[in-house]
């Protein structure tokens, strides 16, 4: 079953561009994940926040999280050529850790 | 090795017969989780063991699937009579704390 529904499901800029995907989820969470993924392999871990967490930053990775509303956005700042992949939320819904992800944002960024 | 290791990195094999994955989590880690990922799609959990409790494994898709992990490291997934909507990238995650490290997973191709 998925959990994360994700926006858009493509996205292309260019470089030097911001990037935000967004993601909504069903089910009350204890945390969000975020994952990167290049050629439909080698699942990257970028960020993950708790649901008692609003916003939390990495490098030029800003995620938010309104429990509220169910969502979370994920902003690429600056972004580069290299940040070409595919961007997937994942939901842990507080039932033993398991993650349930989202079909993901396929982001190109051009030179 | 520091990361997730999945064996073999390619399967083909003919409908019918039966396949084993093999997964090497990180050291330490209690948690271990199979996921498959179809073209294209995102992230489909197959099951989750945590240290000696039951596993989880309401992700299965049918009793052609089993999974075991034996001494609390490594995991074996086996798919018996498989089909060609088997054919799929497996893949593994460990975990200790909540953020899941993942393997570069096993592409398999049911002819």
């Known amino acids: 079953s998925q959990q994360g529904e994700e926006d858009p499901q493509a996205l292309s800029i260019q470089e030097g561009e911001n990037a935000t995907m967004n993601c909504s989820y069903k089910t009350s969470i204890n945390n969000l994940q975020w994952y990167r993924q290049n050629s439909g392999r080698g699942l990257v871990h970028l960020i993950l926040?708790?649901?008692?967490?609003r916003e939390k930053h990495s490098g030029r990775l800003r995620v938010t999280l309104d429990t509220s509303k169910k969502s979370s956005s994920l902003l690429i700042t600056a972004s580069r050529a290299a940040d070409t992949a595919s961007y997937f939320c994942a939901t842990d819904d507080n039932q033993g850790g398991k993650l349930i992800f989202g079909q993901g944002t396929e982001l190109s960024v051009k030179p | 090795g520091a990361g997730v290791s999945q064996s073999p990195s390619n399967k083909v094999t003919e409908k019918g017969k039966d396949v084993e994955l093999r997964c090497d989590p990180i050291s330490g880690h209690t948690a271990l989780y199979w996921y498959r990922q179809s073209l294209g799609q995102g992230l489909e959990f197959l099951i989750y063991f945590q240290g000696n409790s039951a596993p989880d494994k309401s992700g299965l898709p049918s009793d052609r699937f089993s999974a075991e992990r034996t001494g609390g490291s490594v995991s074996t997934l086996t798919i018996q009579r498989t089909q060609q909507e088997d054919s799929a990238v497996y893949l593994c995650a460990s975990s200790f704390d909540g953020e899941q490290f993942f393997g570069p997973g096993t592409r398999l191709t049911v002819l």
């Open positions: 926040i708790r649901s008692n967490e």
